[in-house]
């Protein structure tokens, strides 16, 4: 079964045997240090932290520490730093609870993000990465459950 799961993963992590993107754009337009592009292969990774009183309090945790300040407590893009930071670098963080925005990203892209951040030409950071201040992928991942966590307490 191990066996399987590698040889699915590395499927699916070339693009053109998984039957990917059909219009492949020109080599030219590919080679893109685009930041805010996300790859097929992060972008269907599936969550292996499942919800949970545990998960969810851990996520909370994380959150406080490395989110608020921009996110805000409830992820409304209404945190301390986020007026701050749109005037320094002309981006706010948007509101992470509205349904067009949880169902535009897949956990992977969330994942994602949050390992990568948003780093623009010249080291512009919009948002920093936190493959390194997180360096566990399973805490990162609860972070994941969190962030969909925001989306489901506005729904209420
Ligand atoms: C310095 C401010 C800042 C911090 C700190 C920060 N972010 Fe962001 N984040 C942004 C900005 C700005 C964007 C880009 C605008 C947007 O998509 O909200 C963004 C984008 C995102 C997105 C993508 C939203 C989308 O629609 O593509 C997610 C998810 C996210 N952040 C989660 C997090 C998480 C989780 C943390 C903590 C580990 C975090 N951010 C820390 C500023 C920040």
């Known amino acids: 079964m191990k066996r ?3 040889v699915v993963s590395v499927l699916t992590s070339l693009p053109l045997l998984a039957g990917g993107s059909p ?3 020109p080599a030219a337009e590919q080679a893109t240090d685009d930041p805010y592009e996300i790859p097929d292969s992060a972008r269907d990774r599936r969550n292996p932290v499942v ?3 545990e998960t969810l309090r851990a996520g909370h945790t994380l959150w406080q520490k490395h989110c608020e300040t921009c ?3 409830t992820g ?3 945190g301390p730093n986020a007026r701050l930071h749109e005037q320094r670098k002309g981006h706010a963080p948007r509101n992470l609870t509205q349904p067009k925005v949880q169902d535009n990203l897949t956990d992977g892209e969330i ?3 949050i ?3 948003i780093i623009e030409e010249g080291n512009n950071v919009i948002m920093p990465r936190y493959e390194d201040k997180i360096p566990s992928e399973t805490e990162r991942w ?3 459950v969190f962030v969909r966590e925001l989306g489901r307490a506005a729904r209420r």
Request: no cysteine; net charge positive; glycine share 12%.
């Open 115 to 117: 390992s990568k951040g």
């Open 51 to 53: 919800r949970s009183d």
């Open 142 to 144: 609860q972070l994941v």
């Open 4 to 6: 399987l799961w590698m």
């Open 111 to 113: 994942f994602w993000r």
């Open 23 to 25: 219009q492949t754009p």
């Open 71 to 73: 996110h805000g407590v």
């Open 76 to 78: 409304r893009g209404d």
